[in-house]
DNA sequence: GTCTTAACCGCACAACGAAG
DNA sequence: CTTCGTTGTGCGGTTAAGAC
């Protein structure tokens, strides 16, 4: 499995230090920016891939809270993941494990290399994807189905187990990968069905009726963000007044109306990674709003 | 004393939906 | 339809406590 290795996506991993008791691997975790991912022990899936630009060892701590309580669900802050892996722990008695990769950009700015590494991520998820044919079970929003999420700390609202007769439908089956076809400017590109490009205007989402989907933002050739929405009508109409730098254009990809939101964060994340794959970088304004 | 971790606060971004 | 407030996500900045 590619995506166990210490080579993975040509990046230098870290040997796996458990998370459930402080650990000679753990503290030895490297105090850089860069990559992380988290597996159950003794299974051969992850559980999520994620990045910081502060410090690698510090983030494992932070993600580390899961431990602290048995019986109760730690907040979402300061790690969105750890809820999430609590709810797993506590249905499944699985414990976890990290390996850590470091990613520096020294000759850019924080802002950038920012950018660079939230595009690094969805190449990983994207690679996982396509070599599991699955996602993580908690990125995208991703939750166990017979547990409710905690809110922030300063909410004071904890998640917990649902009652048997209740379902959490961030829970459930991923779609599919998306695989690698054409450029991102082409209307069949990642296998879907694109249409447009259109220029960004008021009401330019009138066709898409009421269905969710997928959208590029271009100015020519060059596709410079991609996103998703459960409305394409109104949210392309919330990006037309943005202070672009030209006449940009968009092309759409509606889907199913069934479609769940993190099914729709999965394909976003796949398109994202597939212009990443292209061009070693994210579309332009992708994880940086208009300056 | 230095290095590391915990805690608090808040920013940037994306999406949504209620109010107007 | 448009604007605006709220929420969720995923971090970063900062400081002080704690470990060594």
Sequence with gaps: MDYFSD?????????????????????????????????PIQKDFLMYIGQTGRSLRERMGQLRIYTRSES????????????????????????FECSVASVEF???????????????????????????????????????PQYFKSSSRSS??????LSEDEINISGGPSLPPLNLKGSPCNADWMD??????????????????????LYKIMFGDEVVYIGQSSSLKSRLNSHVNKNWE????????????????????????????????????????????LE
């Design 7 to 39: 080579s993975w996506c040509s990046l230098k991993w870290s040997r796996w230090a458990p998370l459930q008791n402080y650990n000679k691997e753990l503290s030895n975790l490297s105090n850089t920016s860069g990559l992380y991912r988290i597996r």
């Design 72 to 95: 109760e669900m730690p907040f979402n802050d300061p790690h969105t993941a750890a809820p999430s892996l609590w709810a797993w722990r506590d249905a499944e008695g699985w414990e």
């Design 106 to 144: 020294n000759e850019l700015t924080k802002r950038d290399s920012k950018q660079m590494r939230e595009g690094f991520e969805s190449y990983l998820l994207w690679r996982y994807r396509l070599e599991k044919g699955e996602s993580t079970l908690c990125n995208f929003g991703r939750f166990h």
């Design 156 to 161: 004071g609202r904890r998640g917990d187990r």
């Design 192 to 213: 879907l069905d694109w249409k447009g490009p259109i220029p960004l205007t008021k009401g330019c989402g009138g066709d898409c009726g009421n269905s969710p989907g």
């Design 246 to 289: 030209g006449d940009p254009e968009v092309a759409v990809c509606m889907t199913d109306v069934e479609i769940r939101e993190y099914q729709l964060h999965e394909w976003e994340n796949d398109l994202i990674a597939g212009f990443f794959s292209e061009y070693n970088r994210p579309p332009k304004y992708q994880f940086k709003n």
